[in-house]
């Protein structure tokens, strides 16, 4: 004669193995239909060009973009020629800032001479410039200051059979200051796209 402990032992195999067979199923049905495919980001706002855009740690007009052989000091390091993207950028940190490569950056640039191994971490698919400029005097860029507005032209490089391009994918990157949750520490973090904008681009190359 069976004993009752092991009819309670059966039953309890049946059920964890139809519970378990269900699972598998809504697993696979969820599977199927895409439930557990990573939710792509919200496309950024489009802003216009002058637009100002006023977001933290910075401020960003775009004013415009061109092509242009010189643009000395900065040095081709190909027989190709730059695109720039000027923009007044303005520091809304209490701190000075020594990232202005990732204030902004553009997509789907064809032609590009330099290689971009390093993804960029607040415009993922989209390219940080090969070099930054200050548009009053043509120093490199390394330190941007609160409460001092400056005109950079952020430039890229493109190769000399590279196809002008008539206007330009631009991404402006925010940062959000919130305490890091593994140092408890107050940082800026999460660099994101928070607007984007189509900026035509005009052909100054046969101007030097």
């Known amino acids: 004669m069976p004993h009752p402990g092991d009819r309670r032992l059966r039953r309890w195999l049946l059920i964890a193995s139809v519970s378990l067979c269900l699972l598998v199923a809504t697993a696979a049905v969820v599977g199927l239909a895409g439930g557990f495919d990573p939710v792509p980001p919200p496309e950024p706002p489009m802003v216009a060009v002058d637009e100002r855009n006023e977001g933290e740690p910075w401020t960003v007009t775009v004013d415009g973009a061109v092509l242009a052989g010189n643009l000395e000091p900065a040095v081709l390091q190909e027989d190709g020629y730059w695109l720039a993207v000027i923009a007044e950028v303005e520091i809304t940190d209490v701190e000075s800032r020594r990232d202005a490569y990732e204030i902004l950056c553009v997509r789907d640039v064809v032609g590009l001479a330099r290689q971009h191994d390093e993804p960029s971490e607040g415009c993922p698919g989209a390219v940080e410039a090969d070099d930054i400029r200050l548009v009053r005097d ?62 035509p681009v005009e052909d100054r190359r046969e101007e030097g």
Do not use: C, F, K, N
């Open 138 to 199: 043509g120093s490199a860029v390394t330190t941007l200051h609160p409460g001092l507005p400056e005109r950079v032209a952020y430039l890229w490089e493109l190769a000399a059979d590279a196809e002008p391009p008539a206007e330009v994918r631009v991404e402006i990157v925010g940062e959000t200051y919130r305490e890091d949750s593994l140092t408890g520490r107050m940082e800026w973090l999460d660099p994101a796209p928070r607007a984007q904008l189509l900026v």
